[in-house]
């Protein structure tokens, strides 16, 4: 058990003690992909479901999550995020919206979990303004594209959905 991070010598689980790690810069962008039926896409491009603003609440859904993601993952620091952005790339040829989040922080640990939580939160919110008139939504590809800093560098996930 001595690989496993968040498992102590009597295999309990616990936080890793970070204290020792220099602070440095990281960053980490993730993404995950809603897909929908035409008539959604169509809706959320030209603002008109009913509930508002689709991509506008789900921004805000993303970045308020990312700043929350230790209350939801049990062994994830409580990080002082320097930036969480949450952007969207819509694709009118398979009726899909690819969500993009980038966190980053000067810190002692890694912000994948919050850039992962960001655009998680994000879809689920995509889903919930449009699943009254289509709730055969699927959200799939989540997944971390990138990230950089600390002891174990930089990571780019080849074959990403671009």
Same mark, same amino acid.
């Given at each position: 058990?001595?690989?496993?991070?968040?498992?102590?010598?009597?295999?309990?689980?616990?936080? !890793?003690?970070?204290?020792?790690?220099?602070?440095?810069?990281?960053? %980490?962008?993730?993404?995950?992909? !809603?897909?929908?039926?035409?008539?959604?896409?169509?809706?959320? %491009?030209? &603002?008109?479901? +009913?509930? &508002?603003?689709?991509?506008?609440?789900?921004?805000?859904?993303?970045?308020? %999550?990312?700043?929350?993601?230790?209350?939801?993952?049990?062994?994830?620091?409580?990080?002082?995020?320097?930036?969480?952005?949450?952007?969207?790339?819509?694709?009118? +040829?398979?009726?899909?919206?690819?969500?993009?989040?980038?966190?980053? #922080?000067?810190?002692?640990? &890694? !912000?994948?979990?919050? =850039?992962?939580? %960001?655009?998680?939160? =994000? =879809?689920?919110?995509?889903?919930?303004?449009?699943?009254?008139?289509?709730?055969?939504?699927? #959200?799939?590809?989540?997944?971390?594209?990138?990230?950089?800093? &600390?002891? +174990?560098?930089?990571? !780019?996930?080849?074959? =990403?959905?671009?």
């Amino acid at each position: 058990m001595a690989d496993l991070t968040h498992i102590d010598n009597q295999g309990r689980v616990r936080m !890793v003690d970070v204290t020792e790690k220099k602070p440095s810069r990281r960053t %980490a962008v993730a993404q995950a992909v !809603v897909h929908m039926t035409e008539e959604t896409f169509q809706r959320i %491009a030209a &603002g008109t479901v +009913s509930k &508002g603003n689709v991509l506008e609440t789900a921004r805000i859904a993303g970045v308020m %999550a990312a700043k929350k993601t230790a209350d939801l993952i049990p062994m994830c620091h409580p990080l002082n995020l320097t930036h969480v952005q949450v952007d969207f790339f819509p694709d009118a +040829s398979s009726h899909a919206i690819r969500i993009e989040g980038t966190a980053r #922080i000067l810190d002692q640990t &890694g !912000v994948e979990m919050e =850039a992962l939580t %960001a655009v998680s939160v =994000a =879809a689920l919110t995509l889903y919930d303004m449009c699943k009254a008139i289509d709730k055969s939504m699927t #959200i799939t590809d989540l997944c971390l594209l990138k990230k950089t800093g &600390g002891k +174990s560098g930089t990571f !780019v996930r080849e074959n =990403a959905t671009p």
